[in-house]
């Protein structure tokens, strides 16, 4: 537990130290936040409360993308020689990989609750328990996410394939999730891919409790893209919320097993990518 707890408080401090990162990242999120909420209220014609719908997709997809993408810094960490320095110590991999994946969640998910605060100040409204459960969601959220993040990166065993694969990955998965474009508006031919998205389900129980839809039938639920309807069969946000766990589960367990008897030598970084 010590060594999770250190790769964890190390992370930790290096993202708040790294001003920059953390800059750009609230200032794209708080700009994204705005675009979307605003200007493409249009999208949202005949949604309840378009513009907390839309600060809803948001916040779940700034964790998404900041779990993903901060898998980079265990590249980063290979390449600076610091991997090299906790493998060759009396410890085990499982652990490594555990604090990697628990201190990429944890930076994802400050992320998202600087977000929500945000957030406050243009029309959303929460309370304690509420926030509670936005942020159990955003946790589940991070962990799901950082986990297929370093498997990826493991996988890839280049920083440029790496980044390659979370772009192709990114933009996909993001706009077939409903947090930008309602579902219900999307084309039917898109369907089976939105339906095998897990950021479909994350989306739609972050949205369900954001909006708190507790009292809607399923019926108003899939009118308003929180529900699903695949040929009878209704996936409630809560059925979503099980298949996400599902997926965080065999992707954390992929990875720690993918960690533990990687070679990290044969990974390169490129050098056109500064850290």
């Known amino acids: 537990m010590r060594v999770i707890n250190a790769i964890l408080i190390r992370n930790l401090t290096n993202f708040i130290r790294d001003r ?9 999120s708080v700009v994204f936040l705005f675009i979307f909420s605003f200007v493409m209220k249009s999208s949202t014609a005949g949604i309840t409360n378009p513009t907390n719908y839309l600060i809803s ?18 590249i980063e960490d290979i390449s600076s020689g610091f991997m090299k320095e906790i493998l060759v110590a009396p410890i085990s991999r499982y652990q490594i990989s555990m604090g990697q994946i628990l201190s990429s969640a944890v930076v994802a998910v400050l992320q998202g609750i600087i977000i929500l605060i945000l957030s406050l100040f243009i029309g959303l409204s929460t309370d304690i328990l509420q926030f509670l459960k936005l942020t159990g969601i955003m946790i589940l959220v991070g962990i799901t996410f950082s986990s297929m993040g370093l498997y990826l ?3 890839s065993k280049n920083s440029t394939n790496f980044q390659l694969i979370i772009a192709v990955i990114t933009m996909p998965l993001t706009f077939l999730s ?12 898109l369907l089976p891919i939105i339906y095998l998205n897990p950021l479909t389900y994350t989306t739609s129980i972050y949205r369900y409790i954001t909006l708190r839809m507790e009292q809607y039938s ?3 639920l899939i009118k308003e893209g929180v529900a699903f309807n695949i040929h009878g069969f209704i996936i409630t946000p809560y059925l979503g919320l099980i298949i996400v766990l599902i997926i965080g589960i065999l992707f954390f367990t992929l990875c720690v ?7 990290f030598s044969k990974v390169k ?6 850290f």
């Open 20 to 28: 920059v990162r953390l800059f750009f990242t609230v200032f794209m």
């Open 57 to 74: 997709g948001i916040i779940i997809m700034t964790v998404f993308q900041a779990a993903l993408n901060n898998s980079m810094l265990t």
């Open 153 to 155: 990166a493991i996988l």
């Open 178 to 189: 409903g947090a930008y474009i309602p579902t219900t508006i999307m084309p039917s031919f």
């Open 218 to 220: 399923n019926a108003m």
């Open 257 to 263: 097993n993918q960690f533990n008897k990687a070679d």
């Open 269 to 274: 970084v490129s050098k056109d990518i500064m």
